[in-house]
């Protein structure tokens, strides 16, 4: 086994970089907690260096998606009681998880796609108990940014509306086979009740898109043409200042604005 890992050549594309460090692996899985009958679902498991702390920790079903076929046949080798996915998780549908019972997510997530799987698994996946994302340090920043930073944006307003995010720890480049180029660090997503989370969810995408789109403009500006009374009292209700820019909303605020807009 050891001598097939070593063969693999890491590719570039599949954002593959594999973690070297026992101790930061160990740390991530642990913060994923499973419950005892929770369904573990781990994207990009690559050389399994997160998998054998998981195959540990779960005592329910364990399910790994990995697109790369050549990683996905090793894994199922080395461990067939888990199940072992060949996929494109970017393509996998999120909502047929619902029919299960509550659910883990966890990975080491290639950078490419880090954001719209995120963007996906906390609006799609409502039986999710908890998520645990390691990606890149700039955008852990985002999804954990307080509204009117620099760093708070769409992805911000968005995942917030579903969950509490928490910036657990930083993972520097060496401990990584091949090094990234950039730092890392780990994300924890705990969902919000359900009576918190948004009734229309394509209309507050739609609005939250709208508005990052020119972040730069006045709210006021960006809305000209979806003005009515309708919105304006809104402004009038919360006693904002329709001269703001979105980075100055709150996550709720584009939630309420989204059902009036
Ligand atoms: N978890 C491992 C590997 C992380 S690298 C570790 O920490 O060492 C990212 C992994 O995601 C790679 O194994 C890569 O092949 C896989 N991957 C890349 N794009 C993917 C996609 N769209 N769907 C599923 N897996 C993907």
């Known amino acids: 086994m050891a001598d097939q890992t070593n063969r693999h050549r890491a590719k570039k594309s599949l954002g593959q970089n594999f973690l070297k460090d026992p101790n930061i692996c160990r740390k991530i899985a642990d913060s994923l907690a499973p419950g005892a009958d929770d369904l573990v679902i781990e994207i990009g498991p690559g050389q399994g260096a997160l998998t054998e702390h998981l195959v540990e920790a779960v005592t329910g079903r364990l399910m790994v998606i990995e697109k790369d076929d050549s990683l996905a046949d090793a894994l199922a080798a080395r461990w067939p009681?888990?199940?072992?996915?060949?996929?494109?998780?970017?393509?996998?549908?999120?909502?047929?998880?619902?029919?299960?019972?509550?659910?883990?997510?966890?990975?080491?997530?290639?950078?490419?796609?880090?954001?719209?799987?995120?963007?996906?698994?906390?609006?799609?996946?409502?039986?999710?108990?908890?998520?645990?994302?390691?990606?890149?340090?700039?955008?852990?920043?985002?999804?954990?940014?307080?509204?009117?930073?620099?760093?708070?944006?769409g992805l911000t307003a968005w995942v917030r509306n579903f969950c509490r995010t928490t910036y657990l720890f930083k993972v520097p480049p060496t401990v990584f086979r091949p090094q990234p180029k950039v730092d890392s660090a780990v994300v924890r997503f705990?969902?919000?009740?359900?009576?918190?989370?948004?009734?229309?969810?394509?209309?507050?995408?739609?609005?939250?898109?709208?508005?990052?789109?020119?972040?730069?403009?006045?709210?006021?500006?960006?809305?000209?043409?979806?003005?009515?009374?309708?919105?304006?009292?809104?402004?009038?209700?919360?006693?904002?200042?329709?001269?703001?820019?979105?980075?100055?909303?709150?996550?709720?605020?584009?939630?309420?604005?989204?059902?009036?807009?």
Request: contains cysteine.
């Open 190 to 261: 705990d969902p919000l009740p359900p009576g918190e989370r948004p009734e229309d969810p394509e209309a507050l995408a739609r609005l939250i898109k709208l508005l990052f789109q020119q972040r730069r403009k006045q709210i006021s500006t960006i809305l000209k043409k979806h003005w009515s009374d309708h919105v304006q009292s809104w402004f009038d209700e919360k006693g904002i200042k329709t001269g703001l820019r979105p980075e100055n909303l709150t996550p709720e605020q584009f939630r309420s604005l989204s059902q009036r807009v």
């Open 81 to 153: 009681s888990i199940e072992v996915m060949q996929a494109d998780a970017t393509r996998f549908p999120w909502e047929s998880l619902n029919d299960n019972g509550p659910c883990r997510i966890i990975g080491n997530l290639p950078y490419n796609v880090g954001s719209k799987l995120i963007w996906d698994i906390v609006s799609r996946v409502t039986t999710l108990e908890r998520a645990v994302f390691m990606v890149q340090h700039e955008v852990a920043l985002r999804l954990t940014a307080e509204p009117s930073t620099k760093a708070y944006g």
